[in-house]
């Protein structure tokens, strides 16, 4: 079935260390994007990528970093700049072109920093 | 900017009662307009989408119509069931043409609807 996984489902971390959580997708979708979920906040939009080596900060990319060498990955690196990193992270994809292309999800990733 | 603001939850309903979530949102130019659901534990879903003025986006009993008049997408659902228990996300794309490959969602902030026997 075509889908996007991210792994792991649960991460744990001491602050200060970087991680990074992985978003593979085989749906051929050429945009992907990472987005951040809080209580109360909806979801708000980290990075995005159109195509392979290629990418845009969204709203609150400070303290991450992304890469997207490939068209099946996208993975986002929470680093120790991160000031509040504990939350549900979120990688989606969509096929495009256009701005009402819907977005495909995978299941998230829950990172707590400790 | 663009922005959507929902009804705040949670909203607590009896199987096979009437549903109606409330969105509006403000946007420049044509914003295509979208409900999105996440269950528990589980990445969001496309539930439905209109993408423009008096279109009626429909999907599992589930409807929405988009009014410019009153910039809203207002959720509704003849009768829900406990199965329907999840949060609700209503969301914009920006109504400025993207050459580009990505969508640029704005989130509402989500409703959370329990539905009980």
């Known amino acids: 079935d075509g889908g996007i996984t991210q792994s792991p489902k649960y991460l744990f971390r001491k602050e200060g260390q970087n991680v990074t959580l992985s978003c593979e997708q085989n749906l051929n979708h050429d945009a992907m994007y990472w987005y951040r979920q809080d209580p109360g906040q909806g979801l708000r939009l980290i990075y995005y990528?159109?195509?392979?080596?290629?990418?845009q900060k969204g709203d609150i990319a400070e303290g991450y970093s992304v890469s997207r060498e490939k068209k099946e990955s996208f993975p986002l690196t929470v680093t120790s700049a991160q000031k509040n990193p504990t939350a549900f992270y979120l990688c989606?994809?969509?096929?495009?072109?256009?701005?009402?292309?819907?977005?495909?999800f995978g299941n998230g990733t829950r990172l707590t920093v400790t | 900017g663009n922005s959507v603001t929902q009804m705040e939850g949670p909203v607590t309903l009896s199987e096979e009662a009437f549903l109606t979530i409330n969105c509006t949102y403000t946007a420049t130019g044509y914003p295509s307009l979208f409900w999105y659901v996440q269950y528990p534990g589980e990445g969001l879903q496309l539930l439905l989408k209109a993408t423009k003025a008096d279109d009626k986006g429909s999907n599992k009993g589930f409807e929405a119509t988009y009014r410019k008049e009153t910039t809203s997408f207002h959720l509704e659902k003849g009768s829900v069931q406990v199965s329907d228990s999840a949060v609700y996300f209503c969301?914009?794309?920006?109504?400025?043409?993207?050459?580009?490959?990505?969508?640029?969602?704005?989130f509402g902030t989500g409703t959370r609807l329990q539905v009980t026997l």
């Open positions: 989606a994809s969509s096929l495009g072109p256009g701005y009402n292309s819907p977005l495909h």
């Open positions: 990528s159109q195509i392979v080596n290629d990418f």
């Open positions: 969301a914009l794309t920006s109504g400025v043409i993207n050459t580009g490959t990505a969508s640029k969602l704005t």
